[in-house]
């Protein structure tokens, strides 16, 4: 799938740019498109420079385990992201591999501001049975961790407190609940009004 054609490319020099999503192509793709009809400016960067993040407003990664090219080196993007004033965020859907490895992604987790991702990643992740309780644990790291959690809604954690809002269909879409809640963060409405607008994009 590719972006919108009316999306301005990151790569002619674009200065000023809401959303930079970097990822498998897929998938940016996919959430850029969502996301751009949603009113911002996004593209798919495969190499990610210093003078764009200079120029970048929020930072998005998606497919950190399918990607191990991006893990490694994740963390020091975001971090350099951070102290151009960006903000992160970070989507977990699965890992093809099954292993479910901490280690590189605790490094980036200390420098992401936002973590999307479902039930049963965060279950992966932590071995912990309750979903709460292991948003929890993730939160701990560092982000936010904003879950979606099928026909029981979807959660957001903060290290402290828990917020939670409706329900999701089964085969909720993944890339549009991660686009609703990036757009409506980077719009300012706050992190209960973000979770129900990311509910709502996900239908």
Do not use: C
Request: glycine share 10%; hydrophobic share 45%; net charge neutral.
């Amino acid at each position: 799938m590719e972006t919108q054609k009316n999306t301005p490319s990151l790569r002619s020099g674009v200065v000023g740019v809401d959303l930079l999503i970097i990822g498998d192509a897929d998938s940016a793709a996919i959430l850029a498109s969502g996301a751009g009809r949603l009113g911002l400016s996004v593209d798919v960067a495969d190499d990610v420079s210093s003078e764009l993040l200079r120029s970048t407003r929020h930072v998005h990664a998606t497919s950190f385990y399918r990607t191990p090219e991006l893990g490694s080196r994740l963390a020091v993007l975001f971090k350099e992201a951070k102290n151009h004033k960006a903000s992160t965020s970070l989507a977990i859907d699965d890992d093809p591999s099954g292993r479910w490895d901490r280690v590189v992604l605790d490094g980036a987790l200390r420098v992401t501001d936002v973590l999307l991702l479902n039930a049963s990643a965060a279950h992966a992740l932590t071995g912990h049975p309750v979903l709460a309780d292991a948003a929890g644990i993730l939160a701990r790291r560092g982000p936010l961790v904003v879950v979606r959690d099928g026909a029981a809604g979807a959660l957001a954690h903060d290290g402290s407190k828990v917020r939670s809002v409706g329900t999701l269909p089964v085969d909720a879409a993944g890339d549009g609940f991660d686009a609703g809640y990036l757009a409506a963060m980077l719009r300012g409405l706050g992190r209960d009004r973000a979770l129900s607008i990311a509910v709502e994009s996900a239908r």
